[in-house]
Nanobody
Framework: QVHLVESGGGLVQAGGSLRLSCVSS????????MGWFRQAPGKEREFVAA????????YYADSVKGRFTISRDNSKNTVYLQMNSLKPEDTAVYYC???????????????????????WGQGTQVTVSS
């Protein structure tokens, strides 16, 4: 069983910044493509950002491109989401996800579809006030 634990959410004013972290205790963390998703009340869970195994390839939803940055530190089994210039519409529960099954993967591979991911964290709330 893979455990992912997110942290770093909170309440911030529009224009502010937050950094989310997601840590795993698994030694095989560096073999997984990782992603961040979010779910606002009454809406479907949507893709935010993805990162490859080696951290060199990333992909973003158009709604966050240029404002959010995904990164990872495989030595710490952690993936991050730096969120700048936050907007009220960014308010949601943010989830990190790991694509574990189906490997091994090329080092530059990442996944963008929700159904590609096997394991999810419990989520962390991000609230942006106007």
């Amino acid at each position: 069983q893979v455990h992912l634990v997110e942290s770093g959410g909170g309440l911030v004013q529009a224009g502010g910044s937050l950094r989310l972290s997601c840590v795993s205790s698994e030694r095989t963390f560096n073999r997984w493509p990782m992603g961040w998703f979010r779910q606002a009340p009454g809406k479907e869970r949507e893709f935010v950002a993805a990162i490859s195994l080696d951290g060199r390839s990333t992909y973003y939803a158009d709604s966050v491109k240029g404002r959010f940055t995904i990164s990872r530190d495989n030595s710490k089994n952690t993936v991050y989401l730096q969120m700048n210039s936050l907007k009220p519409e960014d308010t949601a529960v943010y989830y990190c996800a790991a694509k574990v099954a189906g490997g091994p993967y090329w080092s530059n591979y990442y996944a963008t579809r929700r159904d590609e991911y096997d394991y999810w964290g419990q989520g962390t709330q991000v609230t942006v006030s106007s």
